[in-house]
């Protein structure tokens, strides 16, 4: 990927503090039973255990990216792993479901610096060349933290019990902490100037002058609505059709993980074989395929299937518009990353809303079939040359 040790062993570094920051994304989802019964609260008060931690992720995105660019990201990403290991050993100990939910948002608020800050610190370190090469390896790390911290949690949840893999999960990302801190001493040191709110705000209106910029935000919103706001009812819509429910939605939801896997593995060859339009084309392509799939399939094989298609499709499209963030200013390469994280957040968030009412207007398949043609379109227009 680059000849540079130093680049290596700082891409190295990341994808650890990568692989553990998202590890604890899906850590409380397969524990909602558990959690339920020991904390005497309803499983659909539970459940928002995981908007407790998505939402605050989104939110402070844009003070932590400036912030990187000031105090040095690599400072930031380590100082967020830290406290996310404090906020998680914690969180072993919450008596209440309330104080759960309270440590779920405080954490993610801490681990929202970690991969956007370490997407923006590539985007500083390796060049236009090799960048979405070195991407799709930190995104292969994210991608396997977060199948990791669903699986890894239910797994050990019977001889752990929930609090214990807490502490495990804390361990996690206490040891990435110190892998970055260790690890950075080796590196070049970052520049440390004084945090200047006046200064963010500036990147931030110059960041929003730019066509090419908000071309670029309102694609990740767009996507993350579109793909992730399918995911909720993967399980009514396979229920309806006599295929099966969670346990069967639990494999798409993995399929589309090892979709993502895959993608990383063939990112090089592809890159190289036709380039970044044809191949985001491709995942628009790809994307159609697999929703329509999900609309039409007979049987829960196929179902899972077009999990695994969207997967490699969505992260050929999300990929090339991370690449293109880190491309938009270099100077503030932490702030435009971090509105990047922000607006797809935000698109997943509002994603299952626009999914609930289009189901209940037009049914699964129209509502799933049309999703893959704003997906499809949506490729097709970031396929042509970027706008300046």
Known sequence: MTGNPGTARLIAILALGVFAGTLVTRITDPLVIVLAQDLGAPAARVALLA???ALPFALIQPILGPVGDALGKRRVIAFGLTVLSVLLAISSLAPTLDSLLVLRALAGLAAGGVMPLSIALVGDS???QDRQVALSRLLAFAIAGQIAGGTVAGLLEP????????????LVTGSAALAVLAGGRHLPAEVANRFNPALALQRYRQLFGMRAALVLYASVAVEGALVFGSFPYFAPILQARGLGSTAVAGFVVAAFGCGGLIYAAIARMVLNRIGQAAMVRLGGVLCLMALTGFGFAPTA????ASGLLLGVGMYMVHNSIQT????LAPQARGSAVALHAFHFFIGQTVGPVLYGLALTVLGDAPTLVLAGFGLLTLALLLGRPAPR
């Open 159 to 170: 001889y752990l019990g929930w609090r214990g893999v807490m502490i495990a999960a804390g």
């Open 51 to 53: 908007s407790a931690f």
């Open 301 to 304: 094989p196929l179902f899972v």
């Open 324 to 327: 293109r963030v880190t491309e």
């Open 126 to 128: 390796v060049g236009t």
